[in-house]
C-alpha cells in the first residue's frame, strides 16, 4: 500500500506524466522494497503553491507505508528530492516531504483493511 502524493506548481506537459509516474512508481518500490504491484503514485501538477514567499517551482510530497522505517526517511528523502530535480527541475530546498507510516487497522483496501 505504499502511496506517494506528489503536489507542485509546477505545469507538467500531459506527454511527460505517465513518464514521470511510472518512474515514481518504480522509485518508491525499489526504496520500500515492495512490489511495486502495490504502490500507488498520486500526481498533481500546476497547483497553487506558494513556498517561502515564492511561487518558484516546489513541491509537496506525501509517502505512506505500512512499516515505513522512520530510521531511513533521510534516504528516502534524498531519492525523492533527486527524482524532483531530475525530472521537474525542483531544488531539494523547495521540497517538503511527509512521511507516514498507518497503523495497518487504518488504512483500507480490498473491501478491508490491512
Do not use: Q
Not at 25 to 37: F, I, N, Q
Not at 51 to 76: I, N, V
Request: overall charge negative; proline content about 9%.
Amino acid at each position: 500500500m505504499p502511496t506517494l502524493r506528489l503536489l507542485t506548481n509546477v505545469e507538467i506537459a500531459p506527454e511527460s506524466r505517465s513518464a514521470l509516474l511510472a518512474r515514481a512508481s518504480r522509485t518508491v518500490a525499489d526504496l520500500l522494497g515492495k512490489p511495486e504491484s502495490y504502490v500507488m503514485v498520486i500526481l498533481e501538477g500546476g497547483r497553487d503553491l506558494l513556498f517561502a514567499g515564492t511561487a518558484d517551482p516546489a513541491a509537496y510530497l506525501e509517502l505512506k507505508s505500512l512499516g515505513l522505517p522512520e530510521s531511513r526517511t533521510p534516504e528516502f528523502s534524498r531519492a525523492l528530492c533527486g527524482l524532483l530535480t531530475e525530472t521537474l527541475a525542483i531544488p531539494p530546498e523547495r521540497v517538503y516531504i511527509e512521511f507516514t507510516a498507518p497503523p495497518r487497522h487504518l488504512f483500507g483496501w480490498n473491501n478491508a483493511t490491512f
